[in-house]
């Protein structure tokens, strides 16, 4: 059964620090573009970042350029987002995804 | 930045046919995904490369592109079909990818 299971979103005061985790299986992990992408409450899909099959190729949208990195772990089969200088505006639920493939989302709260 | 542009809600009776668009100065050149999501749950694909539908999506499904507007058609749409659907595709240089603002559909 294919599966991409989020962790690590936590409650984080306006300037902190969260890493993100997403492990995947039933699929070849090392085969696959991985995305990270979030949903304020009440509000649509925003795509954040995602990261090519080595992790060579990063790409981000403007608003968390500087402050967050994607990274992977193919050996583990794991997808990573660190959130530095967290505002917020980062407050949503956190999707780790491929194209067809989607986690249940872990929440991330940016507030004192 | 890129845009996607689409309607911010489509309503229609069971059994219509449901059309929702999705406008982008480079969906001539990049493909359009589509997303169905329900309330409280995670996006599911129903159309991707404009047109191609996964396995387990009903035949209702079904995309389309021209020009600088991707359409999703729900053809005899049902009461379980009310959700939020999100086009997705990328810009030029297929670097930056940006979802539409969302549809809400509303079948009654």
């Known amino acids: 059964e294919v599966q991409l299971v989020e962790s690590g979103g936590d409650l984080v005061q306006p300037g902190g620090s969260l890493r993100l985790s997403c492990a995947a299986s039933?699929?070849?992990?090392?085969?696959?573009?991985m995305t990270w992408v979030r949903q304020a409450p009440g509000k649509g899909l925003e795509w954040v970042a995602n990261?090519?099959?080595?992790?060579?190729?990063?790409y981000y949208v403007d608003s968390v350029t500087g402050r967050f990195t994607i990274s992977r772990d193919n050996a583990k089969n794991s997808l990573y987002l660190q959130m530095n200088s967290l505002r917020a505006e980062d407050t949503a639920v956190y999707y780790c995804?491929?194209?067809?493939?989607w986690g249940q989302g872990t929440m991330v709260t940016v507030s004192s | 930045s890129y845009e996607l542009t689409q309607p911010p809600s489509v309503s229609v009776s069971p059994g219509q046919t449901a059309r929702i668009t999705c406008s982008g100065d480079a969906l001539p050149k990049q493909y359009a995904y589509w997303y169905q999501q329900k309330s409280g749950q995670a996006p599911v694909l129903v159309i991707y490369e404009d047109s191609k539908r996964p396995s387990g999506i009903p035949e209702r499904f079904s995309g389309s592109s021209s020009g600088t507007m991707a359409t999703l058609t729900i053809s005899g749409a049902q009461v379980e079909d009310e959700a939020d659907y999100y086009c997705y595709s990328t810009d030029y240089n297929g670097n930056h990818w940006v979802f539409g603002g969302g549809t809400k559909l509303t079948v009654l």
């Open positions: 990261i090519n099959q080595d992790g060579s190729e990063k």
């Open positions: 039933g699929f070849t992990f090392s085969s696959y573009w």
């Open positions: 995804a491929t194209l067809s493939m």
